[in-house]
């Protein structure tokens, strides 16, 4: 998830809110940064974002190495053409300098340096809206 609206009042790049809202769809992409909610791995399971959990934290080295052994045993043009497809098409899907307004307002702002300065002090954010 994205805290940012409840941690350091800045927003995220247009790149970012595209790849959200294609791993998520815009309703629940909307409602995690709106809400500055986080998603457990079964909720991001569900999702689809992931495509497994291990049981645990200590059969994950394991499984990691299970499935770097399988896949380095595939066709390696196979798999560098799929990974160089999708890296195309998302950014195809990603508008080119559509946020540079959007950024500027948020990283720029009175908020954004409240923002900073309450999660250093580690206290709650007085937002102003400025």
């Known amino acids: 998830g994205f805290p ?11 790149a970012n809110y595209c790849r959200l809202v294609a791993l998520l769809g815009f309703a ?6 709106m809400r500055a909610r986080l998603m457990d791995a079964q909720e991001l399971l569900a999702a689809g974002v992931l ?6 934290e200590e ?7 299970e499935l770097a052994e399988e896949v380095a045993s595939y066709a390696p043009l196979t798999l560098w053409a799929t990974k ?7 950014d195809r899907l990603t508008p080119e300098n ?7 307002a948020c990283y720029l702002s ?17 937002w102003k809206g400025e």
């Open 84 to 90: 160089e497809a999708l890296r195309r098409m998302r």
């Open 28 to 33: 629940r992409a909307k409602d995690i940064v």
């Open 59 to 65: 059969s994950l080295p394991r499984r990691a190495q």
């Open 98 to 104: 559509a946020d540079a307004d959007l950024i500027a």
């Open 4 to 14: 940012i609206a409840r941690t350091l009042g800045n927003c995220l790049s247009m």
């Open 110 to 126: 009175r908020d954004f340096r409240e923002g900073v300065e309450a999660f250093l002090a580690k206290r709650k954010p007085d």
């Open 51 to 56: 495509s497994e959990v291990t049981p645990d």
